[in-house]
């Protein structure tokens, strides 16, 4: 292979635009990827991704996309993801909360036990079942990434690096495909409505442009102000916490201290123009999320998976379908089987194969087309961003050491 590409972090902003406008141009004509509610951006990203692996076949050389901005634009997004979470939302949410750690223990659970017959199945390690199980799906890239030495240490398998990095990049792709058509089917065969139908969307504007109130440079600015002050509080907050040994990833200081200011102006200033669940937060945040998944589906290097062939793709396949039925006969029914219900089908579906921003965008593209679900936003998060890391570290941990 030669030498990579590379492109400047400014570019690959620029292009992340584009591609995002690209996936929302071909949504808004093919009116089958609006009735399965695929996100503008995973359209667009996946798109360009597939263009990428074309220049890498021509070529011979990859590209290399800086990518230093596109995570502020995730800390941005879970900021206004916290600015969002009232304190009412926070207790009502506590029920489907305790749920969902139930079920993603479940899930990383089950998803070890395919990885490791799968493995076994197709002539590997069995230990590198976590691989093609939660350390790459549940877990994401940097799981995969982070305990692929140890992997390789216990097993002698000097591909788990790069056999990680492929599982957890399908996972990804496989995630924006597969959450929003699984709430659609639900809402449309249990004709679900949202409680709330009333309020405004947590992140992104309704389709219907009779549903959009106008936004003005004062209200963006606010928005922003309040952002960026919560941004820089979670800089000191996740200083304190590296130095206190406690590891997490930045945004989830952010989204704390950005719930903590939404409900602390709330109480202090209860008359004070809003900026929680108003037009321009939602725009913010969805042009957030949309520029940073953008970025990241442009960025995949999808040639790595086609060199797995047989084994990854049979895994894979079962891994799916593990996925799909566990949120339509186990997730849906213990959440109550209501409008809330499938709308977390569909984050739990991206967040079980990919990340917790495809979670969202899966999220985000069924409120918009059928109504707002705001303790959705908050609970999800508060899963992925706590529990998941620790629960899935002792897992694998037991795995690979056994």
């Known amino acids: 292979m030669g030498t990579p590409i590379v492109i400047p972090d400014f570019i690959t902003v620029t292009l992340g635009f584009a591609v995002f406008l690209l996936g929302a141009g071909l ?49 941005l997004f879970f900021a206004g993801i916290g600015l969002n979470a009232r304190l009412s939302d926070l207790l009502a949410g506590g029920r489907p909360l305790a749920v969902l750690l139930v079920l993603t223990l479940a899930t990383i659970l089950a ?8 493995a076994a199945v197709f002539g590997y390690p069995w230990q590198s079942g976590v691989l093609f199980g939660s350390a790459a799906l549940i877990g994401g890239h940097g799981t995969a990434i982070a305990w692929s030495p140890d992997v390789a240490a216990a097993t002698g398998l000097d591909s788990a ?90 945004f989830v200081p952010c989204l704390i201290v950005a719930i903590v200011l939404a409900n602390l102006r709330s109480w202090l200033f209860p008359h004070a123009r809003p900026v929680a669940r108003t037009p321009a937060l939602a725009l913010v945040s969805e042009f957030a999320l949309g520029a940073f998944l953008a970025m990241s589906l442009m960025s995949l290097q999808l040639w790595t998976i086609a060199g797995l062939g047989l084994a990854i793709a049979a895994i894979m ?48 593209a069924v409120t918009k087309r059928y109504g707002p679900s705001p303790i959705a936003f908050v609970v999800l998060p508060l899963v992925s961003a706590f529990f998941v890391d620790i629960a899935n570290a002792i897992v694998i941990q037991m795995i690979v050491n056994l």
């Open 161 to 250: 690096a790069e056999l990680g990095v492929a599982v957890a990049t399908l996972g990804l792709v496989l995630a924006a495909l597969v959450g929003g058509p699984v709430a659609g089917f639900l809402i449309r065969r249990h004709a679900l409505t949202p409680a709330r139908p009333e309020e405004e969307n947590t992140v992104g504007l309704p389709h219907d442009p009779e549903e959009r109130e106008g936004i003005d440079h004062l209200n963006l600015m606010r928005v922003m102000f309040y952002l960026n002050v919560a941004i820089i509080i979670g800089y000191f907050l996740f200083a304190l916490l590296q130095g206190a040994g406690l590891k997490l990833p930045l």
């Open 317 to 364: 396949l079962a891994q799916t379908l593990f996925a799909v039925a566990f949120v339509l006969f186990v997730l849906f029914p213990l959440l109550g089987r209501g409008y809330r219900a499938a709308v977390l089908a569909a984050g739990f579906g991206g967040f079980a194969l990919g990340a917790t921003p495809t979670a969202i965008a899966n999220m985000t």
């Open 111 to 118: 998803q070890n036990l395919i990885g490791v017959i799968g």
């Open 27 to 75: 949504n808004a004509r093919v009116s089958v990827l609006r009735q399965l509610n695929i996100p503008e951006p995973v359209t667009g990203g996946l798109l360009a991704a597939l263009a990428a692996w074309g220049v890498f076949e021509l070529t011979g050389r990859s590209l290399s996309f800086q990518l230093e901005s596109r995570d502020y634009f995730l800390v």
